[in-house]
């Protein structure tokens, strides 16, 4: 077995056998709650670097498939997992998760008390790490300090590195109903294919793009996509927000889109302790009191609360959702503009479908506009 060494800024050394690739990685770590969707949480653009610690114990069970993928590689710095799979069984399964993980290149690192790393960050909050494996195992000391040189989470632009270079297109499945200019601030594959099902010709466009190629695109709506990093460092995707909330499109935006349209209409953003991470997440609808169970993967959030209203300069918005557990604002919906974004992931992969009707409100608003 090859040893390697999850190791965290604060100096917590955690040791454990090379699972994936050997050598080091370097990223924020930290932890997802969801039992199931290995594949798709590795694959999610949001997760581009971080350091992810798996909670469920045993991870790989099902192998790796050519169908789940959510994007066109795997995003994570690190994988850290307490038990491997020995031996993967699914009928879809075309290798091991190990094998996936040294095809990309991804080092991980399995046999860590993943309750107790989880613990810590809970306690301490996500913090930058590293894992070092094989050769690149050193001094604990020189390990540390690799770390506390890497940079931080807070005021990261990251999604310049995962957007889409060129634009493309997901047609309609049958007849194209409406057509959507989709901002690829690190969009997964099932947002443009559940937009499909719904009649949605779905143009993805690179994150650098400007107003003249959204119009280009004669959209009958624009959508924020999710995305990684810090989004205070996203001038030119809020700047451009506020072009379409002056021009009356209709939009809608998740995740990291839903801090972007909160930071086009006046709110801050902050960074959580440690974030939501997970297919397990409730959410409730202010209006109504209804509760949702949400697919989630944040660190930051936007300042605000429950049912709060907002005087913008596109009218009145309010807070729509927020999370019990903690209070973190989950939605937002515009009065005067058609506009809406949740924090959430309606697309799911992996998740519960509880939110997949808000694309048909999308639906809603671009037929009614």
Avoid at 95 to 124: C, Y
Avoid at 332 to 350: G, I, K, M, N
Wanted: net charge negative.
């Amino acid at each position: 077995m090859t040893p390697a060494a999850l190791v965290l800024e604060d100096g917590r050394v955690f040791r454990g056998e090379a699972f994936g690739a050997t050598g080091s990685t370097l990223g924020e770590v930290v932890f997802c709650t969801a039992m199931t969707g290995y594949q798709e949480t590795l694959t999610d653009p949001s997760y581009h670097g971080q350091i992810v610690v798996a909670t469920a114990p045993q991870i790989g069970n099902t192998g790796w498939n050519d169908e789940d993928d959510e994007s066109g590689k795997i995003h994570v710095a690190g994988y850290v997992v307490r038990d491997p799979a020995r031996i993967p069984s699914n009928w879809r399964s075309r290798r091991s998760l190990a094998d996936e993980l040294v095809n990309q290149g991804i080092v991980g690192i399995s046999g860590v008390d993943t309750r107790t790393v989880t613990r810590h960050i809970r306690e301490q909050g996500a913090m930058r790490a590293a894992i070092f494996a094989g050769d690149a195992l050193t001094g604990v000391d020189s390990m540390v300090q690799a770390v506390k040189d890497s940079p931080g989470m807070t005021g990261a632009d990251l999604s310049g590195a995962v957007s889409t270079k060129e634009t493309y297109v997901v047609p309609a499945d049958g007849g194209t109903r409406f057509r959507v200019a989709a901002l690829d601030l690190g969009i997964k594959f099932n947002t443009p294919r559940m937009m499909a099902q719904r009649g949605i010709e779905t143009h993805v466009l690179p994150v650098g793009s400007t107003l003249d190629d959204l119009l280009a695109v004669e959209p009958n709506g624009v959508f924020l996509a999710n995305g990684p990093g810090d989004p205070q460092t996203q001038a030119h995707a809020i700047a451009l927000t506020q072009q379409v909330l002056e021009r009356r499109i209709p939009l809608f935006g998740i995740c990291f889109g839903n801090q972007i349209l909160g930071r086009a209409l006046g709110m801050g953003t902050y960074k959580m302790q440690y974030g939501h991470r997970g297919i397990n997440v409730p959410v409730i609808e202010a209006a109504t009191g209804r509760v949702a169970i949400t697919a989630q993967n944040h660190g930051f959030a936007l300042e605000g609360e429950a049912g709060q209203k907002l005087d913008t300069p596109y009218g009145v918005a309010e807070v729509s959702h927020y999370c019990p557990n903690d209070g973190t604002v989950e939605g937002l919906r515009c009065v005067d503009v058609p506009a809406f974004s949740v924090q959430y992931h309606p697309e799911a992969a992996a998740g519960p479908h509880d939110a997949a009707p808000l694309f048909d409100q999308f639906v809603t608003l671009m037929d009614e506009a």
